[in-house]
């Protein structure tokens, strides 16, 4: 059954090289040809690259439907994914993604850093229940994210959005 | 000879100022973390940190990303030698005798071998540096556009092709990392290609963005996906220390080691699994009588040391066709080369002359930073072996807010953590389904300059492709190429039939 399912993972990884194969070549037909003096233009190496793909994708595919990749390595880690887990993780770091020009740097990083934690934790079946481990992680969160904050902007003088305009938060 | 001297001299004058010294100590302290930490590795930290580019002086941030690149070298050993997990392939050799001596409560004699193994390779090594450096990049200079064409694909055939397991995974990797160096403008025309309309892409995708989201951000989606239940073990920690028969094992197994390591860090083919490996099977071929019975047993001494100098001269040696051509072959020296390319230094034969205070600063750093590291990694270790007890949840987590510094503080630009999670997906489906890394980030960084690199070879050729087959320079290469993508496959096949 595992076999039979990483099988129909491989094809479709190979099938989206493919894709992308066909997404770039795509691309390339309305970029000029102009080669001037060069003898390649500007589109020569975007049509090499997708033509490329395109047969590494293919040969993935036949690869994939006929016993699956050739001399993969053992894999450590084979027990089912945790879906939930990685939900958390990524609702962490589009929250980010989105509210850091609000939020600000500490605050936005703090709450991905939350999200992100309570995600691993789950996965690890250790957590308990109550407000304990979430108030842990928000502390740690804000003890990572301030100080960085201040290192990069007060110190090397590196733009990061702030809730405020005073630097400090 | 005595130009060198007096140069290296000037050098370690910029390198020794407090100022400077300071950014060494941290990048080594930095490193060391970074290499014992699992999940992050140096190419992540030195792409997380390549915004202080923007403010910090070119030397001193050199020098600081120099100590972060062979610290995790020293790192990295401790983590193999104490913890049961597989760990990246660098130290994966270090760990097959590290683990069964540490098993077998010699955990301190196989640090200190490994420390001390570091520190004699790493130092012969920058010597080979200091002395052959400057010769490449005398005769470098002498290379025109096809040739240098011709190099970069031998770069690009050796990094893909050659190195993982598989060729088609290794080019799909290739040319996905050349289709990221694609988008934005192109440097010869100024025509803007894949850029879709979003102002942000005009400018291309920062090399940080890719490196920083196809390992950290992979790595923790990876962790939270799949590494949930694992159970790590930790071996006890025992005395660091050495005995006369263990150094006498050791001194022949570090000399061998780095006269393995170093040439393979010369030449474009990158990686250091096949001089660590042949490192460890000369060492257990070599090895006598109750020594041998050792070898994956009790766990053999040797078999740290060998690996270990071999691994640290090839990063080291590595240096050179990055400095002398402008060639990376690995993820970290592909980032250094990002941080010189923010600077608006572009390595290669010139950086010699056009930047010679920066390079000998930087090789006289060298030597200082391995003497910091060995004093760090020895009477310290135990402050290190700390470390492997942050928990897993909150180290990950707080790696997503430095990759955010990382990704946001290069451009200040709110559209590139979208990126980045993108990217993060497309490095945990790489993870997943086997498909190497590093020649993305080759790929992309070394993509645009190959492009103009032919551009200009074929315009020197008149419109003709010729040009390639009539220098003799370029057509050894492009021989060169042929032979390492045809000789590998050719080897299995006889393998296979004589068994």
Redesign the interface.
């Known amino acids: 059954m595992a076999q039979a399912q990483s099988q129909h993972g491989q094809t479709l990884v190979g099938a989206g090289v493919v894709l992308l194969a066909l997404g770039l070549a795509a691309g390339a037909v309305s970029i000029p040809s102009d080669a001037g003096y060069a003898g390649v233009g500007p589109n020569f190496l975007p049509w090499l690259v997708a033509s490329a793909l395109l047969v590494c994708g293919a040969f993935l595919v036949f690869e994939a439907r006929t016993g699956g990749f050739r001399e993969m390595d053992d894999e450590t880690f084979d027990g089912p994914p945790y879906w939930s887990g990685f939900v958390w993780m990524s609702t962490g770091m589009l929250v980010n993604a989105a509210l850091i020009t609000t939020l600000g740097f500490i605050l936005s990083c703090t709450l991905c850093f939350v999200l992100a934690a309570r995600g691993l934790r789950n996965s690890q079946g250790k957590t308990t229940p109550g407000l304990r481990p979430w108030l842990t992680d928000l502390g740690v969160g804000v003890l990572i994210a301030a100080p960085v904050y201040w290192l990069f902007t007060k110190f090397l003088a590196i733009n990061l959005p702030g809730l405020t305009h005073s630097g400090w938060l | 000879m005595m130009d060198i001297w007096s140069q290296l001299l000037q050098g370690f004058a910029t390198a020794g100022t407090p100022v400077n010294l300071l950014w060494a100590f941290v990048g080594c302290a930095l490193g060391t973390a970074v290499g014992v930490l699992p999940g992050i590795g140096p190419a992540t930290a030195v792409a997380m940190l390549l ?2 580019t ?3 002086e070119a030397t001193a941030s050199m020098i600081f990303f120099a100590g972060i690149y062979y610290g995790a070298m020293y790192g990295g050993s401790t983590t193999s030698i104490l913890l049961n997990t ?1 760990g990246e392939t660098a130290s994966m050799v270090t760990a097959m005798e590290g683990n069964k001596m540490a098993k077998s409560g010699r955990a301190g004699a196989a640090l200190a071998t490994a420390a001390i193994g570091s520190f004699v390779a790493g130092t012969f090594a920058t010597i080979f540096v200091t002395l052959f450096a400057p010769i490449v990049a005398e005769y470098a200079v002498k290379l025109g556009p096809p040739e240098y064409f011709c190099l970069m694909l031998l770069a690009f055939t050796t990094v893909s092709a050659v190195l993982g ?2 060729t ?2 290794g ?2 990797a290739l ?2 990392g ?2 990221l160096g ?1 988008i934005g403008m ?1 440097q ?2 100024g ?1 803007a ?2 850029t879709g309309n979003v102002p942000e892409l005009i400018d291309g995708v920062e090399i940080v963005l890719v490196a920083v989201g196809l390992f950290a ?1 992979a790595e ?11 159970v790590e073990s930790e071996n006890k920690m025992s005395r660091v220390s050495m005995t006369v028969s263990d150094w006498r094992r050791s001194i022949p197994a570090w000399l061998r080691g780095t006269a393995i390591g170093a040439p393979f860090g010369c030449i474009p083919a990158g990686g250091t699994e096949i001089p660590t490996f042949l490192s460890y099977a000369a060492e257990k071929k070599l090895a006598k009588g109750s020594n041998k019975a050792e070898f994956g047993n009790k766990g053999a001494i040797e078999g740290v040391a060998g690996p270990e100098a071999a691994n640290n001269a090839t990063v080291t040696t590595a240096l050179i066709p990055l400095l002398t051509l402008g060639i990376p072959v690995s993820n970290t020296t592909a980032i250094l080369m990002g941080a010189f390319q923010n600077y608006g230094i572009q390595p290669g034969p010139q950086l010699f002359t056009s930047s010679s205070a920066l390079v000998w600063a930087l090789i006289a750093s060298l030597y200082i930073g391995n003497v910091m590291l060995l004093v760090l990694n020895l009477p310290l270790v135990g402050f290190w072996v700390k470390l492997l007890r942050v928990p ?3 180290l ?3 790696i ?3 990759a ?2 990382g990704a ?2 290069m451009r ?1 630009s ?1 559209f590139d ?2 990126l ?2 993108a990217i ?1 997906i497309l490095g945990l ?1 790489m993870r ?3 498909f190497p890394t590093a020649p993305v980030v080759v790929g992309m960084i070394l ?1 645009p300059l190959a ?1 103009a690199q ?3 070879a ?2 020197i ?5 010729w040009v390639f087959l009539q220098r003799p320079m370029s057509l050894t290469l492009l021989l060169i190429v042929a032979s390492v993508l045809v000789v590998p496959h050719f080897l299995k096949r006889r393998q296979v039939t004589q068994v």
Request: glycine share 10%.
């Open positions: 915004p202080i923007a403010q910090v597989p397991q598989s088609v995974r080019l799909t040319f996905v050349l289709a694609l192109d010869i025309t025509q290609r894949y951000v923790a989606l990876h962790a939270v996906l799949f590494e949930g239940r694992l897993k949840p909150q990950y987590a707080g997503l807010i430095f955010t510094v946001y503080g200040q709110a953590l979208f980045l999670y993060g489906v997943r389904f086997n993509g492009e032919l551009r200009n074929i315009s050729g008149e419109g003709s492709a």
